[in-house]
């Protein structure tokens, strides 16, 4: 069933409920409710009874050790990892080698902290704070040791190490940085940034944007989306000749 139409009959079904059969149906929905949703559903009432959230102690204390771990990520103290193969075939007399990248144990739990910390900072309405955290992620450049294939080499003995971007490394990651992408986008567009399309259109060389579900990760609606997705297809159609890959 498509989402229109599940949306559709879903509102059809809730109008026979009474109030009691509601907060039955509500309860049965949060007894359900996977924990990543917990802090979303807890927001959202507050959000409906207009109550101030201002930052709490233990959620500063994350943003305060993520930019801590940021300057060491910058540092090269935390750092992704590689090795490279042959993979048969040959160019100039030589064999080719291909490269596998993938986060240390430090750098994936910094990536999986960070990508909560981003969800719960759309929550609290500090999206300048996501869009300064996602942007420092995206213009990183990560330090990177090489090992030997751990098929043919039983230690973690550093052959070389050098600079990776981020940007070229996304789809090593085994993170979803797509989700993060998405709420500095949804962020940006609640903070009017004047930006918003140049941003997009440069986010969307390294990212599949699904833009509908960008009013699935805050707490109020895209006002306009209609307009604001139109204006996005018109940026795109008109700068798709300087688009670079």
């Known amino acids: 069933?498509?989402?229109?139409?599940?949306?559709?009959?879903?509102?059809?079904?809730?109008?026979?409920?009474?109030?009691?059969?509601?907060?039955?149906?509500?309860?049965?929905?949060?007894?359900?409710?996977?924990?990543?949703?917990?802090?979303y559903f807890l927001f959202k009432i507050k959000n409906?009874?207009?109550?101030?959230?201002?930052?709490?102690?233990k959620t500063i204390k994350e943003y305060n050790n993520i930019?801590?771990?940021?300057?060491?990520?910058?540092?090269?103290?935390?750092?992704?990892?590689?090795?490279s193969y042959w993979t048969g075939t040959?160019?100039?007399?030589?064999?080719?080698?291909?490269?596998?990248?993938?986060?240390?144990?430090?750098?994936?739990?910094?990536?999986v902290n960070l990508g909560q910390l981003l969800e719960k900072l759309v929550l609290y309405k500090e999206y300048k704070k996501v869009i300064e955290l996602f942007d420092r992620l995206y213009n990183t450049t990560f330090l990177c040791e090489e090992i030997?294939?751990?098929?043919?080499?039983?230690?973690?003995?550093?052959i070389d190490s050098y600079d990776v971007e981020f940007q070229s490394v996304i789809d090593d990651l085994n993170i979803d940085?797509?989700?993060m992408c998405l709420?500095?986008?949804?962020?940006?567009?609640?903070?009017?940034?004047?930006?918003?399309?140049?941003?997009?259109?440069d986010y969307n060389r390294h990212f599949y944007i699904e833009f509908e579900n960008l009013n699935t990760y805050g707490l109020t609606q895209i006002e306009n989306y209609d307009e604001f997705y139109q204006g996005w297809l018109n940026y795109q159609k008109e700068h798709e000749k300087d688009k670079k890959y």
């Open 1 to 39: 069933m498509e989402k229109e139409q599940f949306i559709k009959e879903f509102n059809q079904e809730l109008e026979g409920l009474n109030e009691n059969e509601l907060k039955e149906f509500i309860n049965e929905l949060v007894l359900n409710a996977k924990n990543s949703k917990y802090d």
């Open 48 to 57: 409906f009874k207009n109550e101030e959230n201002p930052l709490d102690e």
């Open 67 to 83: 930019l801590k771990k940021f300057t060491k990520v910058e540092n090269g103290e935390i750092c992704l990892k590689s090795y």
């Open 90 to 111: 040959y160019s100039y007399y030589d064999e080719d080698t291909e490269y596998v990248y993938y986060p240390s144990k430090e750098l994936h739990l910094f990536l």
């Open 148 to 158: 030997g294939n751990p098929e043919y080499a039983d230690n973690n003995d550093v």
């Open 177 to 179: 940085t797509s989700k």
């Open 183 to 201: 709420l500095c986008i949804y962020s940006l567009i609640m903070t009017k940034d004047p930006n918003l399309y140049e941003k997009i259109f």
